[in-house]
């Protein structure tokens, strides 16, 4: 939008990248974020500044500690700081607003808390659902902030067998060239490079199964042959994968005179969550699926009605 209001101020049409993007859509994320975490904690048309105050009081205060914490362990990058600060009240609203739904129908039916919580669910299956959904969203933030803010990418580097490179907390050795036993019918040859990976605790990756990031040459036809292309070539990345941070090597060049050859490393922090994100996004989406629980008796009515003592909405989403 900002280009073509540019132009209609008479300014000229501007071009924006990647930069702009940034620093406009970082702002609006966190906003959405924090919303993320209110929004389930208003009641429906009767909300009050006061009335807010005391529904987001509770995560608001407790997630309070967590900022410093973070702040340094991102390194004081206030940005990053504030997007797992605001993630981590998202989990203590929704935490805070089931844990008084739980507490009220365990006192009303003197139920156990798995049992209470079932039931509550089963009464309001959409609001539940949508919380898990609320939840997959603050860990979909996580794995955003950290995969965009504390990327590391190195250039390709040349080693030698036996030599070593480092990125981020990981030591790379380069073990030398090898070719498979046997190659794919469609390759003409395939090259792979034997990387071991060590940490400040030693080596991790297995002995018999190091990183091996390969180049595929795939054969020519025989018009391709009659033309004089090139062979076909297609890199293959080798990508380690955990819960703190996904280490990507990938084969840029080689040198079979002197058995070395040229790697490019990428070190992404926690991709993994945003994986384990859609996990909750599926889930959210099942649980609101669910056949809504109608009360048939004045125990069950009573139910339906408990949560409204901490929970207002809880009420109004049920009848």
């Not at 009050?48 to 407790?62: D, E, Y």
């Not at 018009?223 to 076909?232: L, M, N």
């Amino acid at each position: 939008v900002f280009p073509t209001l540019s132009e209609a101020l008479g300014s000229g049409r501007v071009a924006v990248g990647q930069e702009y993007f940034s620093r406009v859509m970082a702002p609006i994320g966190l906003l959405l974020l924090a919303l993320t975490g209110v929004a389930p904690l208003l009641p429906w048309r009767r909300a009050t500044w006061k009335g807010v105050w005391r529904a987001i009081k509770f995560p608001a205060l407790w997630s309070i500690p967590f900022l410093p914490v973070l702040w340094i362990l991102s390194q004081y990058r206030t940005g990053a700081a504030t997007a797992f600060c605001l993630s981590v009240f998202v989990f203590l609203a929704i935490g805070w607003e089931v844990f008084r739904g739980v507490k009220t129908l365990m006192a009303k039916r003197r139920e156990g808390p798995f049992d209470a919580a079932a039931t509550l669910v089963s009464f309001n299956p959409a609001r539940y659902g949508g919380y898990i959904v609320h939840l997959g969203i603050a860990i979909i933030m996580v794995g955003f902030t950290g995969s965009s803010v504390f990327k590391i990418e190195h250039d390709p580097i040349s080693l030698k067998k036996g030599e070593s490179t480092r990125i981020g907390e990981y030591t790379l050795r380069f073990d030398g060239l090898a070719r498979p036993d046997k190659i794919p019918d469609n390759l003409q040859d395939q090259v792979v490079a034997l990387v071991t990976v060590f940490d400040q605790n030693g080596q991790i990756t297995p002995k018999e199964r190091p990183l091996d990031p390969h180049i595929d040459f795939f054969k020519n036809t025989a018009a391709q042959d009659a033309t004089g292309e090139e062979v076909q070539q297609a890199h293959r990345p080798c990508i380690r994968t955990t819960l703190a941070n996904d280490l990507y090597l990938v084969l840029a060049g080689f040198d079979t005179k002197d058995n070395s050859a040229s790697i490019k490393a990428y070190m992404n922090p926690l991709v993994m969550w945003i994986w384990i994100s859609v996990g909750f996004f599926v889930l959210g989406t099942v649980v609101a699926m669910l056949p809504v629980r109608r009360g048939n008796s004045a125990g069950s009515a009573a139910t339906t009605k408990a949560p409204a003592v901490d929970a207002p909405r809880e009420k109004e989403l049920v009848a």
